[in-house]
């Protein structure tokens, strides 16, 4: 259990319409990230986090921002939902404890824009 | 331009027999390489990893081999059980990559009939 929670877990939007998931976790982990699980894609990055207000892009991060005000919340908008967007939204975080690289993941939020 | 691949989309094994997953990367500056199972309907769950100054890492009954000479890493389940059906993803980290970044393949899907 990485302990983290994710909200919404499902959601069914509109296109043009902003969205915005929440990653909320309660250990103090400095490092946070959100990626996306799509057939044939694999798990891409959207933005990252290493700190409250210190975030940074990744490799899928055309039509969505993130905010981090306090290290226990890390938000991803959706500024104006398009298909494209539809997939399965994953949060993962770094544990402050070593453990390597390893990041550890959230339940997800399946999100589909309709 | 993909740097970390999982050629087989999917395998079948039967219960008890081994599996064997495959993974190639083309980044030489990955140094830690991972490996997570997923479930429907459920985030990625960490299994192994191996750092590149090994060449096998052993937990259990999932034993991670790398041969960094021919930037191939794969993963052997023995013996393989029905509960093992799921898709594993392959990932890789380079000590430059920002706040530990992971780079995933697409995943196999592993099915283990019983």
């Known amino acids: 259990d990485a302990g983290i929670t994710q909200s919404p877990r499902h959601k069914v939007t509109e296109t043009g319409t902003p969205v915005t998931l929440r990653c909320h976790q309660t250990?103090?982990?400095?490092?946070m990230y959100w990626y996306r699980q799509d057939p044939g894609h694999g798990l891409r990055l959207i933005h990252y986090s290493y700190g409250v207000k210190d975030t940074d892009k990744g490799e899928v991060s055309d039509g969505y921002s993130v905010s981090r005000s306090k290290t226990e919340d890390f938000l991803l908008t959706l500024e104006s939902a398009t298909s494209s967007q539809t997939s399965v939204y994953f949060c993962?975080?770094?544990?402050?404890?070593?453990?390597?690289?390893?990041?550890?993941f959230g339940e997800g939020s399946w999100l589909t824009v309709v | 331009d993909q740097q970390v691949k999982q050629n087989s989309p999917s395998l079948s094994v039967q219960e008890g027999r081994i599996s064997i997953l495959n993974c190639d990367y083309t980044n030489s500056m990955f140094d830690y390489f991972l490996w997570y199972k997923k479930y429907p309907a459920e985030g990625p769950t960490f299994l192994i990893s191996i750092s590149s100054i090994k060449d096998k890492n052993e937990d259990g009954r999932f034993t991670v081999f790398l041969n960094k000479s021919a930037k191939h890493l794969s993963l052997h389940i023995v013996p393989s059980q029905p509960g093992d059906s799921a898709v594993y993803f392959c990932a890789a980290s380079s000590p430059g990559a920002g706040s530990y970044q992971l780079t995933f393949g697409k995943g196999t899907k592993l099915s283990v009939i019983p």
């Open positions: 250990e103090n982990h400095r490092y």
């Open positions: 993962a975080i770094r544990p402050q404890v070593y453990s390597g690289n390893t990041i550890y």
